[in-house]
Nanobody, 124 residues
């Protein structure tokens, strides 16, 4: 099992954009579901977005639809998360993980090979 590696985090002002990448070469071509999650100290870890690499179906947290977009980049062998119009409440450590059966954000326990995470800080 190969752990995933997140990159692209940083500090940004509210209203700005950040693009995160999840290096996932071991999983993108093998029919896995790849998901992005986030956690800040005040909340439990929550699902952000996921993509089923078998058919490119995407899943989003309802509260984030329209601002966040998950997409595969086969040239880089990564799954990217484009985050626009960022708000201070988006501040968190963002993680990616994989799931071998099914896809979606409801069952985090089915995800594995979690990366170390990348910090995104949004200031007002």
């Amino acid at each position: 099992q190969v752990p995933l590696v997140e990159s692209g985090g940083g500090s940004v002002q509210a209203g700005g954009s950040v693009r995160l990448s999840c290096a996932a070469s071991a999983y993108m071509y093998s029919g896995y579901c790849i998901g992005w999650f986030r956690q800040n100290p005040a909340k439990e870890r929550e699902g952000v977005a996921a993509i089923d690499t078998r058919d490119s179906s995407t899943y989003y947290a309802d509260s984030l639809k329209g601002r966040f977009t998950i997409s595969p980049d086969y040239a880089k062998s990564s799954v990217d998360l484009q985050m626009n119009n960022l708000k201070t409440e988006d501040t968190a450590v963002y993680y990616c993980a994989v799931r071998s059966r099914g896809c979606g954000l409801a069952a985090q326990r089915l995800f594995s090979n979690w990366g170390q995470g990348t910090q995104v800080t949004v200031s007002s």
